[in-house]
């Protein structure tokens, strides 16, 4: 079994979105938002070279010691004027495929997200996970996250 030190963090490359399309997919609550087809969607690749355009956007994977693309989250840096002009890091999309889930690769890269928003002079990293998510509620805590806002969400 792969340890969190058989992973690299990196940036997404084009060639990564089928495996994170994957794994956005691979719940209950992603299942239905997403299209798993073969070719890919042409919208999920031009949403990667987008983000991939933004300097404030970072959508990164883990990558195992084979070249596997077993994780992946999306940090995006939000400027703004509350709290003294303060910049805050956005965490997205986290997600460690199905088969690799205990192994600590979620925690390394939520650790990466915070330290690379601490480092670009966020004041604060926010997350929002959906209620459903117990388990990921309670991942988030143990890293140290703590409740505090609740969440609104308009679907067009």
Not at 14 to 40: T, Y
Not at 79 to 98: F, K
């Amino acid at each position: 079994m792969p340890t969190t030190s058989d992973i690299t963090i990196r940036r997404a490359r084009r060639e990564d979105v089928g495996p994170i399309v994957a794994m956005l997919a691979d719940d209950p609550l992603g299942g239905p938002r997403e299209r798993i087809e073969d070719p890919l969607p042409q919208c999920y690749v031009a949403a990667f070279e987008q983000l991939s355009r933004d300097p404030n956007i970072q959508l990164v994977v883990a990558e195992n010691g084979e070249g596997a693309v077993v994780g992946c989250l999306q940090l995006c840096i939000l400027p703004g004027l509350s709290s003294q002009g303060a910049s805050r890091g956005l965490i997205e999309d986290v997600r460690v495929a199905s088969h690799c889930r205990s192994r600590g690769i979620g925690e390394q890269i939520v650790q990466w997200a915070v330290a690379e928003a601490r480092g670009r002079g966020c004041k604060v990293v926010e997350l929002l996970t959906h209620h459903t998510r117990v388990d990921a509620q309670r991942f988030y805590e143990r890293l140290e996250f703590a409740r505090s806002h609740v969440g609104m969400t308009i679907r067009f």
